[in-house]
């Protein structure tokens, strides 16, 4: 037996030797022999009618082989860009679901929007010649906020959406909420709003195709987290091309955090010229090209109300949401604000009706997705702020109030009036030890050293579930899912016991090479160095659904473990041929099958050895080969949640906010990698401390122009706005994932918007402030104070 | 980026000539600012004198009463410089707040002086100090040079080869870091002189400006309490998705103080 590394150990990560080394090999790396460039032409306009397209002046230019727009498309017969979920309103009617060409036609929605792929031999002659491209747009003035979207009299993006309304969903019992607000001793109201989000990846979106006439076959390397689902997406709805003559590769990607995660037009534009020109080609986007066309993520519009009795218990929530969708449907958009939204509102209370209400709306702006979190952070800040303006108007503590309303440990399984059942948490748990770990009994003290040098410090909770491990596919059906959302893993056994595993999930910095390595040492006992993660290539991964939604774990461990689990039950079947011995008296223990109560042993690399030189061996009964396959679809969601508590300090002078402190205790279900555990939470945290302090994508009304374009103006979290971070976890196992796993990619982005604005607010409440919208900028806090009218100009 | 020929000459009056004779022709020193808008394509000069090679450009003399940094000084030789910390110490604090490391090490007080930026740090320093711009024609003084927006005195062909500041009784500077750029969105440079006190101002307008009745107050008293009451008109202060003008006129009043404050510490 070699070098298991196994479960809860935490070596370093596998990955990082060839991405710190400079070793990497991402899509901007590959060339092809012949490669062109590619460039696309973008709609400088919010809204406008494409009346023509000269290329005379563009196909002219040194070097250009072509150009492509939207007529070209249409007169090839190609598809729209499909939206991977159909959701309903509350009277079962579909939502409205314009075409997306891929190119645009007619029209263009978005600056970004693209009218033109332009091919030359380099990247400086496609620029050059984009230039010289002449495009006719009759400007149409543009509509960039939901609520001027669905006001009379808006811009129309679609002839046939009337009101920009794609969909008005509802979720929950409406009766039952509005009986109980009728019996509520209190009922807490807030207006809110969830600011827009650019996720910025650290390398920008990229491709190649290639088409290989003598085999008919197109290959798309690209950056995406599931290129299974684009070669499907692409291949069988957009462009036609049988799956096998399709390969899409998706390398080293270096960070997605959902951007990545769709499937999109400049990868079908890319794939179908590369044909029409016979010359592979490359695209890589400019980080300005990424900031207006990258899918945005959150942007919405919220109305919350909580009925409570006297006590403080939650008798019924009501949320009304308007949520943007940009100028088009992305592929999972509809559902983010919908069906991962609304079953959430629950929490980890046990408010027993709940009624959620969503206008899915279209606006001149960069189509919006799924970003980190997708649809939870947006219901778990609903939520937890609603909770701390309840506590505060009804005089209650913040924590007593989230007590007497949290599930307790014994209260799981719980069903939710809001459709998802919780299998298991100890959201009590993780509370106090939360608080214990923030130190919460000495704020006082802490909050008094910071009076004496003129600050106010706060502090904020967050006691938050989401759902994640997306997802159970008859359930996902049933919500408008047009997929499947399991997954699939095939482990390898080489004859000499080194194994490589195919999975269907891809990594780009989540470190599922040592996670997933760490699964099959510990399952096989096998050296950690001998096992290889594959991923990323419909040639070479059967199948897969890809990463997102915090999935790669819950869904593709549980493939992996499966698929673990056949390899040792046909290694017992060889083993008790070779040891003469009955199959059911066959264990397999740390590498070794033995027969049970004897010292007669074989071990796992002798196994492997025997399955591909089959002279001893049941050849009458077992096929030779060691390599097995499992697909798994979860049976339900899994619930990761936590106790989040930040602590701030605000200087009244500037209505700069300052992170002091950041405790976070999570239940994650089994921790596989406890290092790699606290990267996701940190990572998610600083993104969730991004959105609540410094992120925002501002839109100008009327022209449309992104005024946050880019990192000038577009503030990213940086290592100096963090403290030193406390994470924890506190695990209940997930009842019924194989490995007890829940997932832990999101919880971090999930929890903390919430806990920081909380504790923004605690730290203002003296005066009167009872709310403040992300992002809490210098200036949005100095005019909370003016409006407070304080006399905070000078000592 | 377009194509473009690129120059190194060896005396300042040879590249003077470059840039006047080519039409669409640039001065690259540290290529901080000028680089990214090549790569933008936002801009696309012809020809690139680089003014790397030209000896004499580089480095801090001490005159006395004034101090000369020449213009290819990268921003992070002006922050560690032992001179500069001893005599002006306000001036090397701003220095250290520039950019980050990178930008520091390549940029220089003549690429950013030239380039008048409306949020840049230098400007502040000079017009706060009052010092001396030095050319390959003539000397400016600081009041004459900045223009506002990107504009200052440079005639075409007209290179800055050092800045001369007199070396001031106390010098402070206080900077409101914009959030995602985080050049200023208000920084105030305050300077006390035997004959008075000057208070500069950058990032919250079109270009660096000085507040007179902050002079006044503080040539009386150099002290944080004799700002604290001044305030800014917000005419002609910026308004934009970062901070609104009345905003940033108090921060003025408040990194005013600031600024005293770091004088005097
Ligand atoms: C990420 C980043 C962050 C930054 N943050 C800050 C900040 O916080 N504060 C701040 O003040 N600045 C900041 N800068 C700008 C930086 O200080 C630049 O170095 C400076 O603005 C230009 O100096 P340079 O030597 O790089 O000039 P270049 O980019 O080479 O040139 C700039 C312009 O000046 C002209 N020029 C250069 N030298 C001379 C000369 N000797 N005579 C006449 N004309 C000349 C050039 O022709 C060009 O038009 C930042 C830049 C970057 C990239």
């Keep these: 037996m070699g070098n298991v590394i196994g479960i809860g150990a935490s070596p370093k990560r596998k990955?990082?030797?060839?991405?710190?080394?400079?070793?990497?090999?991402?899509?901007?790396?590959?060339?092809?022999?012949?490669?062109?460039?590619?460039?696309?032409?973008?709609?400088?306009?919010?809204?406008?009618?494409?009346?023509?397209?000269?290329?005379?002046?563009?196909?002219?230019?040194?070097?250009?082989?072509?150009?492509?727009?939207?007529?070209?498309?249409?007169?090839?017969?190609?598809?729209?860009l499909p939206c991977g979920w159909g959701i309903t309103d509350a009277k079962g009617v579909p939502m409205k679901e314009p075409p997306f060409p891929m190119l645009a036609q007619d029209k263009v929605r978005f600056v970004g929007d693209m009218v033109a792929f332009v091919i030359a031999e380099t990247s400086d002659q496609a620029n050059a010649a984009a230039e010289l491209l002449t495009v006719d747009y009759e400007v149409l003035p543009s509509v960039v906020g939901v609520l001027e979207a669905v006001r009379p009299g808006a811009p129309q993006l679609f002839d046939d959406v009337p009101n920009n309304i794609c969909c008005d969903w509802e979720l929950g019992d409406k009766a039952a909420v509005e009986t109980a607000f009728r019996k509520a001793a209190h009922v807490a109201k807030l207006s809110l709003v969830n600011n827009r989000l650019i996720g910025n990846p650290m390398e920008p979106r990229a491709a190649i195709a290639e088409y290989e006439p003598g085999t008919d076959r197109f290959t798309l390397w690209t950056t995406s987290q599931f290129p299974h689902v684009v070669r499907f997406l692409m291949g069988a709805l957009v462009l036609?091309?049988?799956?096998?003559?399709?390969?899409?590769?998706?390398?080293?990607?270096?960070?997605?955090?959902?951007?990545?995660?769709?499937?999109?037009?400049?990868?079908?534009?890319?794939?179908?010229?590369?044909?029409?020109?016979?010359?592979?080609?490359?695209?890589?986007?400019?980080?300005?090209?990424?900031?207006v066309s990258d899918r945005h993520g959150r942007d919405h519009v919220t109305e919350a109300e909580l009925a409570l009795d006297e006590t403080g218990k939650f008798l019924a929530f009501r949320v009304k949401t308007l949520a943007n969708m940009g100028g088009y449907l992305s592929t999972f958009g509809p559902n983010i604000p919908t069906n991962l939204y609304g079953p959430l509102l629950g929490g980890v209370y046990t408010t027993p009706a709940i009624y959620c209400n969503v206008k899915v709306v279209f606006t001149n702006t960069v189509p919006v997705d799924a970003y980190r979190g997708a649809g939870r952070p947006e219901a778990t800040f609903v939520l937890e702020r609603i909770v701390d303006v309840a506590a505060s108007e009804m005089g209650l503590d913040r924590v007593e109030i989230r007590r007497r309303n949290m599930i307790p440990k014994e209260g799981y399984p719980y069903q939710t009036p809001v459709l998802v059942q919780y299998d298991s948490g100890d959201p009590v748990g993780c509370l106090d030890g939360a608080l214990v770990a923030a130190d919460v009994k000495n704020f006082g003290i802490r909050k008094s050293e910071s009076a004496r040098k003129g600050k106010f410090r706060g502090l904020g909770y967050s006691t938050y579930v989401e759902a994640c491990g997306l997802a159970p596919s008859r359930f996902a059906g049933r919500l408008g899912a047009r997929g499947g959302l399991y997954e699939s893993a095939t482990v390898r056994v080489h004859p000499t016991g080194q194994v490589t595993v195919m999975i269907g999930t891809h990594n780009h910095g989540q470190g599922h090479e040592t996670t997933f390595a760490q699964i099959v040492s510990e399952k096989l006992g096998v050296s950690f160095e001998n096992v290889d993660i594959v991923f990323g290539d419909?040639?070479?991964?059967?199948?897969?659904?890809?990463?997102?939604?915090?999935?790669?774990?819950?869904?593709?461990?549980?493939?992996?473990?499966?698929?673990?689990?056949?390899?040792?039950?046909?290694?017992?079947?060889?083993?008790?041929?070779?040891?003469?011995?009955?199959?059911?008296?066959?264990?397999?223990?740390?590498?070794?099958?033995s027969v049970a109560g004897t010292d007669r042993t074989k071990t796992f690399e002798e196994i492997a050895g025997a399955a591909y030189v089959p002279h001893n061996y049941p050849l009458e009964v077992l096929e030779p080969g060691l390599e097995e396959q499992a697909y798994y679809d979860p049976v339900n969601f899994t619930y990761p949640g936590g106790c989040h508590i930040a602590e701030v300090e605000v200087d009244p002078e500037t209505g700069t906010v300052t992170l002091v402190n950041y405790t976070a205790v999570d239940d994650v279900g089994t921790v596989i990698n406890p290092m790699i555990v606290e990267g996701q939470l940190h990572g998610g945290i600083v993104q969730g401390v991004g959105q609540a302090l410094f992120e925002n994508a501002v839109y100008d009304e009327g022209s449309g122009q992104l005024l946050s374009g880019s990192l000038m103006d577009y503030c990213m979290p940086r290592a100096d706005h963090m403290p030193m971070m406390k994470v924890a976890t506190h695990s209940t196992l997930c009842t019924h994932t194989p490995m007890g796993v829940k997932g832990c990619g999101e919880v971090g982005t999930i929890g903390s918007p919430a806990a920081v604005i909380n504790a923004v607010v605690d730290a203002l409440s003296h005066l009167g402030v009872t709310h403040v919208d992300m992002p809490a900028t210098p200036n949005r806090i100095w005019r909370l104070l003016q409006n407070a009218s304080l006399p905070v100009a000078a000592e | 980026m377009k194509p473009f020929a690129y120059h190194q000459p060896n005396q300042?009056?040879?590249?003077?000539?470059?840039?006047?004779?080519?039409?669409?022709?640039?001065l690259v020193a540290g290529g901080m600012t000028l680089i990214p808008t090549l790569k933008q394509r936002l801009a696309s000069p012809v020809a690139l004198v680089d003014l790397s090679k030209l000896p004499n450009l580089k480095g801090i003399t001490d005159d006395g009463a004034t101090i000369s940094i020449g213009a290819m000084t990268p921003h992070a030789v002006v922050a560690a410089s032992k001179l500069v910390q001893a005599k002006i110490p306000g001036l090397a604090a701003l220095a250290s707040m520039i950019g980050d490391p990178a930008v520091r090490s390549r940029g220089t007080i003549g690429g950013s002086v030239a380039n008048n930026d409306p949020a840049a740090d230098y400007p502040a320093?000079?017009?706060?100090?009052?010092?001396?711009?030095?050319?390959?024609?003539?000397?400016?003084?600081?009041?004459?040079?900045?223009?506002?927006?990107?504009?200052?005195?440079?005639?075409?062909?007209?290179?800055?080869?050092?800045?001369?500041?007199?070396?001031?009784?106390?010098?402070?500077?206080?900077?409101?870091?914009?959030?995602?750029?985080?050049?200023?969105?208000?920084?105030?440079?305050?300077?006390?002189?035997?004959?008075?006190?000057?208070?500069?101002?950058?990032?919250?307008?079109?270009?660096?400006?000085?507040?007179?009745?902050?002079?006044?107050?503080?040539?009386?008293?150099?002290?944080?309490?004799?700002?604290?009451?001044?305030?800014?008109?917000?005419?002609?202060?910026?308004?934009?998705?970062h901070a609104e003008a009345d905003y940033r006129a108090h921060l003025v009043t408040v990194m005013a103080k600031r600024a005293v404050d770091a004088a005097l510490s």
């Design chain 1, 15 to 80: 990955e990082d030797q060839r991405f710190l080394t400079g070793r990497g090999n991402y899509v901007s790396d590959i060339k092809r022999p012949g490669m062109a460039a590619g460039v696309f032409v973008r709609s400088p306009h919010g809204h406008a009618k494409l009346r023509g397209i000269d290329k005379s002046a563009a196909l002219a230019a040194p070097g250009v082989i072509a150009v492509l727009t939207g007529d070209d498309v249409a007169d090839d017969g190609l598809g729209s």
């Design chain 1, 240 to 291: 036609n091309i049988p799956q096998h003559k399709l390969r899409v590769v998706a390398p080293d990607v270096g960070g997605g955090f959902g951007v990545k995660q769709f499937h999109y037009g400049e990868e079908a534009v890319i794939t179908w010229a590369a044909k029409r020109v016979m010359r592979p080609i490359k695209w890589v986007a400019s980080r300005s090209e990424g900031y």
């Design chain 1, 538 to 593: 419909t040639d070479r991964v059967q199948f897969g659904m890809g990463t997102y939604g915090s999935r790669s774990l819950v869904v593709g461990g549980a493939a992996l473990s499966k698929a673990t689990d056949k390899v040792v039950a046909k290694g017992k079947k060889i083993a008790a041929h070779l040891l003469e011995a009955a199959e059911v008296d066959i264990q397999f223990e740390a590498g070794k099958f």
């Design chain 2, 12 to 26: 300042v009056p040879d590249a003077a000539k470059l840039l006047t004779s080519i039409e669409d022709s640039k």
């Design chain 2, 125 to 241: 320093g000079v017009l706060g100090l009052g010092a001396t711009i030095v050319t390959s024609a003539r000397e400016i003084a600081a009041d004459k040079f900045f223009l506002g927006l990107f504009e200052t005195a440079l005639e075409p062909g007209e290179i800055i080869t050092a800045i001369r500041f007199p070396v001031p009784l106390k010098a402070g500077y206080a900077k409101f870091k914009a959030p995602a750029s985080r050049y200023a969105l208000v920084g105030v440079f305050a300077a006390k002189f035997a004959d008075g006190v000057r208070v500069a101002v950058t990032g919250a307008g079109s270009g660096v400006f000085r507040v007179p009745p902050m002079e006044a107050a503080l040539s009386q008293h150099f002290d944080p309490s004799a700002v604290a009451a001044i305030k800014i008109d917000t005419d002609g202060l910026t308004s934009d998705i």
